[in-house]
């Protein structure tokens, strides 16, 4: 059955950074694009970045891109989101996706992904 598990959320300093990664089991992580998402307090769950499975081309919305950066580590089961200059509009739970698509396209769309993590708290905050 396939688990994804997020880690690395926290409360940093406009202007911090932090690293999130999501670990996969159950599944050949090269045999999906994984996509981030977030979701703020009454807002809607939103995507911000995927990579895709085979070639490691990377996508990022616009309030994200510059600033974060999406990678993969195949031989651990692991996507990892780096996220430098944070500000306080990026406070969100954090998802991240998988199992749905192959290739990027489409990523932004919740519906397209069958695999959820259990999200991790970010709180950008002075």
């Known amino acids: 059955q396939l688990k994804l598990v997020e880690s690395g959320g926290g409360l940093v300093q406009p202007g911090g950074s932090l690293r999130l990664s999501c670990v996969a089991s159950?599944?050949?992580?090269?045999?999906?694009?994984i996509a981030w998402f977030r979701q703020a307090p009454g807002k809607e769950r939103e995507g911000i970045s995927c990579i895709n499975n085979d070639d490691g081309s990377t996508y990022y919305e616009d309030p994200v891109k510059g600033r974060f950066t999406i990678s993969r580590d195949n031989a651990k089961s692991t996507v990892y989101l780096q996220m430098n200059n944070l500000k306080p509009e990026d406070t969100a739970v954090y998802y991240c996706?998988?199992?749905?698509?192959?290739?990027?396209?489409?990523?932004?769309?919740?519906?397209?992904?069958?695999?959820w993590g259990q999200g991790t708290q970010v709180t950008v905050s002075s």
């Open positions: 996706a998988a199992d749905g698509l192959f290739y990027c396209s489409g990523y932004a769309t919740a519906s397209n992904f069958n695999a």
């Open positions: 159950g599944l050949a992580l090269e045999s999906s694009a």
